[in-house]
């Protein structure tokens, strides 16, 4: 099955300043690529997706790329605010006809923004 | 957009007992839910794939007996812990997609505590 590996597990940065994270997967029939953030004792909020035949998307100060020979894809947050702050986390899952396949979850990062 | 209700959002239970949780997709009918299970501090797990009118599919290592899965209809899936043991207390959260599109919608989430 699936595997899905995110770092930093851990992410602090001064306000203003940019994010990232890396999530690498393993199953090359995955092609969808969503990142929630979720905030304590609150339902994954989706933020942004990818498709696995789009390299890069972009909404507002939030952007993902994908690197689909490398199996690995990224989420980068410009100009963090405190409200940035949460856990986040990358997912993996193919999306094949009927749409019965569940996310791979990453393992999260919690992403600390000082101000 | 679509809406994802989970009922109920903490409910404690005594050792050895059963409880039921429901989710309900509020205004789109889902051929498809998922159960996860979420640790604190850790990530989403796929438990199970909940299949309207047949049987669910469950994820490795995940006791079929134990926790139920009901589908009966397009919009209604339960998961029932039974004989709920203390390391069972987690917060448990569903999710659909509608037909075969890209995005999961997730509920609320349950945190079920045994005593």
């Known amino acids: 099955g699936e595997n899905v590996e995110q770092h930093p597990s851990t992410l602090s940065v001064q306000e203003g300043d940019s994010a990232v994270i890396k999530c690498t997967y393993s199953?090359?029939?995955?092609?969808?690529f969503p990142w929630y953030k979720q905030e304590l004792g609150k339902r994954p909020q989706l933020i942004i997706d990818i498709r696995s035949n789009v390299g890069e998307k972009k909404d507002q100060r939030i952007a993902v790329t994908l690197n689909k020979t490398a199996k690995h894809f990224s989420l980068h947050i410009t100009e963090t605010q405190p409200e940035d702050s949460a856990v986040y986390f990358c997912a993996a899952s193919p999306l094949r006809r009927g749409g019965a396949d569940g996310l791979t979850f990453g393992k999260g990062t919690h992403l600390i923004i000082q101000p | 957009g679509a809406v994802v209700s989970q009922h109920p959002s903490r409910v404690i239970c005594k050792s050895g007992t059963s409880v039921k949780i429901e989710c309900r997709s509020l205004d789109f009918q889902a051929t498809t839910m998922f159960w996860y299970r979420q640790f604190p501090k850790q990530s989403l797990m796929l438990m199970a794939t909940?299949?309207?009118?047949?049987?669910?599919?469950?994820e490795q290592g995940v006791e079929k007996d134990k926790f139920l899965i009901n589908h009966a209809s397009l919009t209604l899936s339960t998961l029932t812990v039974t004989s709920a043991h203390p390391e069972d207390s987690s917060f448990y959260i569903c999710?659909?997609?509608?037909?075969?599109?890209?995005?999961?919608?997730f509920g609320e989430g349950s945190w079920l505590t045994v005593v």
């Open positions: 909940s299949n309207e009118g047949s049987k669910a599919t469950y």
């Open positions: 999710s659909a997609r509608i037909g075969g599109g890209n995005t999961i919608y």
């Open positions: 199953d090359s029939a995955s092609n969808y």
